[in-house]
């Protein structure tokens, strides 16, 4: 035994892959058998993902969670932003362009309407705080987008450091993130039918209007996986874009406002 465990140790990355491929191996099992194929196979591993994360983090009393554990630490790697978002990346490779077409115009108002929104919440969360000025309210703004668009957006406009690092932390905040995860991960299943995201253009137009391309990607997943290539598309110009108009448009419009 303990050889085997030296063995799992030395190959971490190998074992995450196993462990996480046998999770998704029992999620089938429990998908068609106990649930009947009501409940999507990814919805139960996202759920069980969260649930075996929690419980680690509490066991290590670590800051990696599983990944403290160190025949887990391949999960470090495995879970990390470089795979994640390669993963995310190579979804596209199933998308057919006809169908994206279909989206229109109702796409790209999803998808303007969800950098809008989060910038306008940030732009006054930075007024109520005390940044008025329109170099900081633009950068902070463009932080509520994703943690992305902030930093590029202040350092293209000139802000400080101390802002942009408000910038990331008004949108890694703990409460953010937990809706966040709870809403996209394991509340879309659940209201799948509420939104009506049943065809390959709602999940475009959900992908422009939350933006977050994982929790778009995992929330999709666990409702249909064919509508992931297509949200998690659209989720990713959600970014550029809130890059383009950060420095531009955003801060010349508040700039005139307030400036």
């Given at each position: 035994?303990?050889?085997?465990?030296?063995?799992?140790?030395?190959?971490?990355?190998?074992?995450?892959?196993?462990?996480?491929?046998?999770?998704?191996i029992?999620?089938?099992?429990?998908?068609k058998?106990?649930t009947?194929?009501?409940?999507?196979?990814?919805?139960?591993?996202i759920t069980m993902?969260?649930?075996i994360?929690?419980f680690?983090?509490?066991?290590?009393?670590?800051?990696?969670?599983?990944?403290d554990?160190?025949?887990?630490?391949?999960?470090?790697l495995?879970?990390?932003?470089m795979l994640?978002?390669l993963?995310?990346?190579s979804t596209?490779f199933?998308?057919d362009?006809?169908e994206?077409k279909?989206?229109?115009?109702?796409?790209?108002?999803?998808?303007?309407l969800?950098?809008?929104i989060?910038?306008?919440?940030?732009?006054?969360?930075?007024?109520l705080?005390?940044?008025?000025?329109?170099?900081?309210?633009?950068?902070i703004?463009?932080?509520a987008m994703?943690?992305?668009?902030g930093?590029?957006?202040?350092?293209?406009?000139?802000?400080?450091?101390?802002?942009?690092a408000?910038?990331?932390?008004?949108?890694?905040s703990?409460?953010?993130?937990f809706c966040?995860?709870?809403?996209f991960?394991?509340?879309?299943?659940?209201?799948?039918?509420f939104?009506?995201?049943?065809?390959?253009?709602?999940?475009?137009?959900f992908?422009?209007m939350?933006?977050?391309?994982?929790?778009?990607?995992?929330?999709?997943a666990?409702?249909?996986?064919r509508l992931?290539?297509?949200?998690?598309?659209?989720?990713?110009?959600?970014?550029?874009?809130?890059?383009?108009?950060?420095?531009?448009?955003?801060?010349?419009t508040?700039?005139?406002?307030?400036g």
């Amino acid at each position: 035994m303990d050889v085997l465990i030296q063995v799992l140790t030395k190959h971490a990355l190998i074992t995450a892959l196993a462990v996480t491929g046998l999770m998704m191996i029992v999620s089938h099992l429990l998908s068609k058998y106990l649930t009947k194929g009501k409940l999507q196979s990814s919805a139960i591993a996202i759920t069980m993902g969260l649930v075996i994360a929690y419980f680690a983090g509490v066991y290590t009393q670590g800051t990696k969670g599983i990944s403290d554990i160190a025949i887990f630490s391949g999960f470090a790697l495995l879970g990390g932003a470089m795979l994640r978002d390669l993963a995310i990346a190579s979804t596209a490779f199933e998308v057919d362009v006809k169908e994206v077409k279909k989206a229109g115009k109702v796409g790209l108002i999803a998808l303007l309407l969800g950098c809008v929104i989060p910038f306008v919440i940030g732009a006054g969360v930075a007024w109520l705080m005390g940044y008025k000025d329109p170099v900081s309210m633009t950068t902070i703004g463009a932080g509520a987008m994703t943690y992305i668009v902030g930093p590029i957006t202040g350092s293209a406009i000139g802000a400080s450091s101390e802002v942009i690092a408000l910038s990331i932390a008004i949108v890694m905040s703990f409460a953010m993130c937990f809706c966040m995860c709870v809403f996209f991960w394991v509340g879309r299943p659940l209201l799948a039918k509420f939104m009506y995201l049943k065809s390959l253009r709602s999940a475009m137009i959900f992908g422009g209007m939350a933006g977050t391309t994982s929790g778009v990607a995992a929330g999709l997943a666990g409702t249909d996986v064919r509508l992931v290539p297509y949200g998690a598309l659209v989720a990713t110009f959600y970014t550029g874009l809130g890059c383009l108009l950060g420095p531009s448009i955003f801060f010349l419009t508040v700039n005139a406002i307030f400036g």
